[in-house]
Protein backbone atom coordinates (compact mmCIF):
# COMPACT_ATOMS: atom_id res chain seq x y z
CA UNK A 1 0.00 0.00 0.00
CA UNK A 2 3.22 2.11 0.94
CA UNK A 3 3.93 1.85 -3.12
CA UNK A 4 0.73 3.95 -3.86
CA UNK A 5 1.22 6.86 -1.56
CA UNK A 6 4.80 6.94 -2.52
CA UNK A 7 3.86 7.08 -6.38
CA UNK A 8 1.21 9.63 -6.01
CA UNK A 9 2.75 12.04 -3.20
CA UNK A 10 3.75 14.28 -5.38
CA UNK A 11 0.97 14.61 -7.98
CA UNK A 12 -1.51 16.74 -5.64
CA UNK A 13 -2.29 19.87 -6.16
CA UNK A 14 0.24 19.45 -9.07
CA UNK A 15 -0.70 21.49 -12.19
CA UNK A 16 1.33 19.53 -14.87
CA UNK A 17 0.30 16.73 -13.85
CA UNK A 18 -3.51 17.87 -13.63
CA UNK A 19 -3.78 19.13 -17.18
CA UNK A 20 -2.19 15.60 -18.69
CA UNK A 21 -4.48 14.00 -16.44
CA UNK A 22 -7.82 16.04 -18.12
CA UNK A 23 -6.10 15.44 -21.01
CA UNK A 24 -5.62 11.71 -21.37
CA UNK A 25 -8.54 11.11 -19.54
CA UNK A 26 -10.55 13.66 -21.38
CA UNK A 27 -13.48 11.19 -22.66
CA UNK A 28 -14.12 9.50 -19.18
CA UNK A 29 -14.08 12.90 -17.31
CA UNK A 30 -16.23 14.19 -19.80
CA UNK A 31 -18.83 11.10 -19.38
CA UNK A 32 -19.39 11.92 -16.37
CA UNK A 33 -19.77 15.79 -16.48
CA UNK A 34 -22.38 14.42 -18.90
CA UNK A 35 -24.08 12.26 -16.43
CA UNK A 36 -24.12 14.56 -13.45
CA UNK A 37 -27.15 16.52 -12.06
CA UNK A 38 -27.91 18.75 -9.44
CA UNK A 39 -28.79 17.35 -6.06
CA UNK A 40 -27.06 14.15 -7.44
CA UNK A 41 -25.27 12.02 -4.68
CA UNK A 42 -22.15 10.42 -6.27
CA UNK A 43 -19.28 8.20 -4.79
CA UNK A 44 -15.71 7.85 -6.52
CA UNK A 45 -15.01 4.23 -4.98
CA UNK A 46 -11.23 3.61 -4.58
CA UNK A 47 -10.28 7.10 -4.61
CA UNK A 48 -6.22 7.25 -4.12
CA UNK A 49 -5.80 10.64 -4.64
CA UNK A 50 -9.98 11.75 -5.35
CA UNK A 51 -8.07 13.59 -8.84
CA UNK A 52 -11.62 12.67 -10.39
CA UNK A 53 -13.83 14.03 -7.81
CA UNK A 54 -11.84 17.55 -8.14
CA UNK A 55 -11.60 17.59 -12.05
CA UNK A 56 -15.98 16.82 -12.21
CA UNK A 57 -16.80 18.91 -8.93
CA UNK A 58 -19.85 20.40 -8.87
CA UNK A 59 -21.68 22.28 -5.59
CA UNK A 60 -24.98 21.13 -6.27
CA UNK A 61 -24.20 17.63 -5.53
CA UNK A 62 -22.82 15.31 -2.15
CA UNK A 63 -20.06 13.76 -2.98
CA UNK A 64 -18.40 11.11 -0.92
CA UNK A 65 -14.80 9.60 -1.62
CA UNK A 66 -13.32 5.89 -0.25
CA UNK A 67 -10.44 4.42 -0.24
CA UNK A 68 -8.93 0.91 1.39
CA UNK A 69 -5.06 3.02 2.12
CA UNK A 70 -6.07 5.17 5.61
CA UNK A 71 -2.61 6.97 4.03
CA UNK A 72 -4.47 7.68 0.04
CA UNK A 73 -7.57 9.21 2.29
CA UNK A 74 -4.90 11.74 3.78
CA UNK A 75 -3.87 12.53 0.49
CA UNK A 76 -7.08 12.78 -0.53
CA UNK A 77 -7.70 15.43 2.15
CA UNK A 78 -4.72 17.55 1.01
CA UNK A 79 -6.26 17.61 -2.86
CA UNK A 80 -9.77 18.21 -2.00
CA UNK A 81 -9.22 20.29 1.07
CA UNK A 82 -11.72 23.20 -0.37
CA UNK A 83 -14.05 20.95 -1.10
CA UNK A 84 -16.87 19.36 0.81
CA UNK A 85 -16.39 15.91 0.44
CA UNK A 86 -17.25 13.26 2.74
CA UNK A 87 -14.35 10.72 3.10
CA UNK A 88 -14.64 6.99 4.33
CA UNK A 89 -12.21 4.18 4.55
CA UNK A 90 -14.16 0.97 3.41
CA UNK A 91 -13.05 -2.14 1.63
CA UNK A 92 -14.90 -2.24 -1.79
CA UNK A 93 -15.35 -5.63 -1.73
CA UNK A 94 -17.65 -5.47 0.84
CA UNK A 95 -21.05 -4.41 1.09
CA UNK A 96 -22.04 -0.73 2.25
CA UNK A 97 -25.40 0.57 2.90
CA UNK A 98 -24.79 3.75 1.68
CA UNK A 99 -27.63 4.68 -1.94
CA UNK A 100 -25.90 6.80 -4.98
CA UNK A 101 -27.07 8.15 -8.09
CA UNK A 102 -23.55 7.18 -9.96
CA UNK A 103 -20.65 5.42 -8.46
CA UNK A 104 -17.23 6.00 -10.26
CA UNK A 105 -13.32 4.95 -10.45
CA UNK A 106 -10.10 5.50 -12.27
CA UNK A 107 -8.06 2.57 -12.11
CA UNK A 108 -9.04 0.48 -9.66
CA UNK A 109 -10.87 -3.22 -11.35
CA UNK A 110 -7.55 -3.74 -12.57
CA UNK A 111 -5.95 -4.76 -9.59
CA UNK A 112 -8.78 -7.38 -8.54
CA UNK A 113 -9.18 -10.79 -9.84
CA UNK A 114 -12.32 -11.46 -12.12
CA UNK A 115 -14.08 -13.29 -9.27
CA UNK A 116 -13.42 -10.46 -7.00
CA UNK A 117 -14.31 -8.15 -9.64
CA UNK A 118 -17.96 -9.59 -9.90
CA UNK A 119 -17.96 -9.56 -6.00
CA UNK A 120 -17.39 -5.36 -6.40
CA UNK A 121 -19.66 -4.65 -9.10
CA UNK A 122 -22.47 -6.51 -7.87
CA UNK A 123 -22.46 -5.16 -4.47
CA UNK A 124 -22.14 -1.42 -6.24
CA UNK A 125 -25.33 -2.22 -8.53
CA UNK A 126 -27.08 -2.98 -5.01
CA UNK A 127 -26.68 0.67 -4.30
CA UNK A 128 -26.58 2.57 -7.39
CA UNK A 129 -28.28 2.66 -10.41
CA UNK A 130 -25.31 4.02 -12.89
CA UNK A 131 -22.03 2.90 -12.58
CA UNK A 132 -18.83 3.74 -14.42
CA UNK A 133 -15.31 2.37 -14.20
CA UNK A 134 -12.33 3.60 -16.19
CA UNK A 135 -9.70 0.25 -16.77
CA UNK A 136 -6.55 0.23 -18.72
CA UNK A 137 -6.05 -2.11 -21.51
CA UNK A 138 -3.47 -4.86 -23.05
CA UNK A 139 -1.81 -2.58 -25.12
CA UNK A 140 -0.39 -1.37 -22.57
CA UNK A 141 1.92 -4.20 -22.40
CA UNK A 142 3.12 -3.55 -18.83
CA UNK A 143 1.42 -2.44 -15.53
CA UNK A 144 2.53 0.57 -13.75
CA UNK A 145 2.67 -1.44 -10.06
CA UNK A 146 2.78 -4.80 -11.48
CA UNK A 147 -0.58 -6.34 -10.03
CA UNK A 148 -3.06 -4.87 -12.91
CA UNK A 149 -4.70 -7.17 -14.93
CA UNK A 150 -4.50 -5.70 -18.40
CA UNK A 151 -7.00 -7.50 -20.78
CA UNK A 152 -8.46 -6.85 -23.96
CA UNK A 153 -11.61 -4.93 -24.53
CA UNK A 154 -12.83 -8.09 -25.64
CA UNK A 155 -12.79 -9.66 -22.22
CA UNK A 156 -13.73 -6.89 -19.99
CA UNK A 157 -17.20 -6.60 -22.40
CA UNK A 158 -17.78 -10.66 -22.36
CA UNK A 159 -16.88 -11.13 -18.94
CA UNK A 160 -18.11 -8.33 -16.89
CA UNK A 161 -20.85 -7.56 -19.01
CA UNK A 162 -21.42 -4.22 -18.90
CA UNK A 163 -24.21 -2.20 -20.40
CA UNK A 164 -22.30 0.66 -22.48
CA UNK A 165 -18.10 0.51 -23.39
CA UNK A 166 -16.59 2.81 -24.64
CA UNK A 167 -12.56 2.85 -26.57
CA UNK A 168 -10.37 6.05 -26.36
CA UNK A 169 -7.19 6.91 -26.83
CA UNK A 170 -6.43 4.10 -29.65
CA UNK A 171 -8.22 1.49 -27.47
CA UNK A 172 -5.55 1.75 -24.75
CA UNK A 173 -8.08 2.99 -22.54
CA UNK A 174 -11.74 1.59 -21.83
CA UNK A 175 -14.86 2.79 -19.89
CA UNK A 176 -17.17 0.23 -18.39
CA UNK A 177 -20.88 1.69 -17.89
CA UNK A 178 -23.58 -0.31 -16.14
CA UNK A 179 -27.24 1.32 -16.05
CA UNK A 180 -29.48 -0.24 -13.31
CA UNK A 181 -33.01 0.20 -14.29
Not at 30 to 55: H, Q, W
Not at 143 to 160: T, V
Request: glycine share 2%.
Amino acid sequence: MNKWFEFYKNRINNFSYEEYFKKRYSPYLAYLNDNIRPNMKLGEFGCGTSLVTKLIWNKHCKFTVTDNNLQMLELTSTNLKNFKVKKCLIDIQKPIKDKFDLIYSHGVLEHFDPNNIDIIISNQLKICSHLVHYVPTIKYEKPSFGDERLWSHKYWLNRFKPTQSIHFNNDYDLILIWRRK
